[in-house]
């Protein structure tokens, strides 16, 4: 059970360089479950679950992105685990 949570949205040259892709790779990595996003306004928006120490490095990865990415910026709210996910997924339904 996650026992940290938070939404984030990330600024900068993250659409088209495989950010989803990589962030999804990095939170299996780290233990971490939910999903992340496109949206409209060429950000993408992740919503995190985990224990707090996997959380905070997946964090610092957000904050660094993949290598053809440019992360300006990372705004993250914590919220409450809902403790449905059972992995990291691509919502392309969002």
């Known amino acids: 059970m996650a026992s940290a949570a938070f939404d ?6 993250v659409q088209h360089v495989g950010f989803r892709y990589y962030a999804c790779v990095e939170a ?18 992740v919503h995190a ?3 707090a120490e996997n959380l905070k490095k ?9 290598p053809h990415g440019r992360v300006d910026s990372v705004n993250i ?4 685990p809902s403790g449905t996910y ?3 997924v691509v919502d392309y339904d969002g």
């Open 49 to 51: 679950e985990g224990e």
């Open 58 to 66: 997946f964090l610092s990865w957000l904050n660094k992105g993949p």
């Open 8 to 13: 984030a949205t990330v600024r900068g040259r």
């Open 28 to 45: 299996e990595r780290f233990g971490v479950c939910g999903w992340i996003r496109n949206n409209s306004s060429g950000e993408v928006e």
């Open 86 to 88: 059972r992995g990291f």
């Open 77 to 80: 709210s914590r919220c409450a």
